[in-house]
């Protein structure tokens, strides 16, 4: 590795930039052959995101893409984005945003080191092989400079892994636990095998609410690559829209953004539609990573019992075993996922806050979520629908 100096840089746009560069630190592991790690973070992705309308001019994420180089050679890169509101992110600052405001600051613009609209965990700090320490700390430095000289309040990096969460405390970020559920496959055969895991109550629950999801009067597809077609994406838009629309007030992603999903995404994607005399009535959006099926939207046009489970949590973990892959992450938040094989576990994000005053209360009020983080992932874990013993008995 060169001594020379690393040279930092920020660009608007991934227009201008070779995809091949930026992947070589997204994604190094794909150089052998085989899936990133996580899509999210990948050169097609992103531009997806800023191609679609979807992130750039009126929706309140600027992309500012971080760009390290070293001896002319990008070495490391990060999604970086001006925000001008709270929203999309999973990691929840409002009542940061609220007390800064309160006290005569202002909150917004931020920064956010993250995937928009994406709550799963994959590496911010996106570095080529040989250069991961020096690249973390590029841009890091970086992107706390560009905070401080233009007078921001703070950057925000989340859903980062918990190893960057070390390296990122070590040099001064504060450090945030969060809550997500996620199914692990410990080496299931297939489904049932999953079933035989859990206490007889939970096991004959799952089976009750596949039978009931199953008997909607329709079929259940699982599509991905070359067999999602164009017109499934205007059913999926139809979902999206009546979930984006309750949740969040309007889509965060844009009709287009589908439409190019389906040019340079489809493999990246399962999509799992319930038809009804071939029309579509619901369906889930998953995207596929190396060992990872990652849940992110669910809608429907018609109300079935128990439809969302079947779709959204057990066709996920039929496919993780299928395809050997080690977890599902089911998105945010949803106690409910518990009693469904998916279990409590921590997800890491990093603060920098320029006001010395503003950051001492937010470190405390850190330290204290973090404990209650810990005693909640204890309790739930307890509650969860597998077998306590070996020997307990059906």
């Not at 930026?22 to 191609?51: I, S, Y």
């Not at 609220?98 to 956010?112: D, R, V, W």
């Not at 250069?131 to 890091?140: F, I, K, M």
């Not at 844009?254 to 399962?270: C, H, M, P, S, V």
């Amino acid at each position: 590795m060169s001594d020379s100096q690393i040279e930092i840089s920020a660009i608007p746009t991934l227009g201008g930039l070779d995809p091949h560069d930026w992947d070589a630190c997204a994604c190094p592991e794909t150089a052998q052959g085989g899936r990133p790690r996580d899509p999210f973070t990948t050169h097609r992705f992103l531009k997806a995101l800023e191609d679609s309308g979807s992130v750039g001019q009126g929706t309140g994420w600027q992309p500012t893409y971080l760009i390290a180089r070293q001896d002319g050679q990008m070495i490391a890169a990060a999604p970086l984005y001006a925000k001008h509101h709270s929203q999309g992110e999973y990691i929840f600052d409002h009542s940061w945003a609220h007390a800064y405001e309160n006290a005569g600051g202002s909150y917004y613009p931020k920064l956010q080191m993250a995937v928009p609209f994406t709550p799963a965990t994959g590496r911010r700090f996106l570095c080529r092989e040989g250069y991961e320490a020096a690249g973390r700390a590029a841009l890091t430095q970086g992107a706390v400079q560009i905070a401080a000289d233009n007078n921001l309040s703070s950057l925000h990096i989340t859903f980062c892994t918990a190893e960057e969460a070390r390296d990122g405390a070590e040099m001064g970020l504060l450090p945030r636990s969060s809550q997500q559920f996620h199914w692990l496959n410990d080496h299931y055969a297939d489904f049932d095998a999953f079933l035989a895991s859990l206490s007889s109550r939970k096991r004959k629950n799952i089976r009750k609410e596949r039978r009931v999801a199953n008997d909607f009067g329709g079929e259940i597809r699982s599509l991905t690559g070359d067999q999602i077609q164009p017109e499934h994406w205007d059913a999926f838009w139809e979902f999206y829209q009546d979930t984006g629309s309750r949740k969040w007030g309007r889509p965060y992603l844009t009709r287009e953004f589908f439409d190019i999903a389906q040019e340079t995404l489809r493999d990246d994607i399962l999509l799992v539609l319930a038809e009804r005399g071939g029309i579509p009535i619901a369906g889930a959006l998953n995207f596929i990573g190396r060992d990872t099926l990652y849940g992110r939207y669910w809608g429907a046009t018609q109300n079935h019992p128990c439809l969302h489970f079947e779709a959204c949590y057990y066709r996920a973990i039929d496919y993780a075993i299928a395809h050997g892959l080690k977890r599902v992450e089911a998105g945010a938040q949803g106690e409910h996922k518990l009693a469904r094989g998916y279990m409590p576990v921590t997800t890491h994000s990093l603060h920098w806050v320029g006001d010395p005053g503003f950051r001492k209360a937010i470190e405390e009020f850190l330290t204290a979520e973090s404990r209650a983080i810990e005693d909640d992932i204890e309790i739930l874990t307890s509650y969860g629908p597998f077998k306590k013993s070996s020997t307990e008995e059906d």
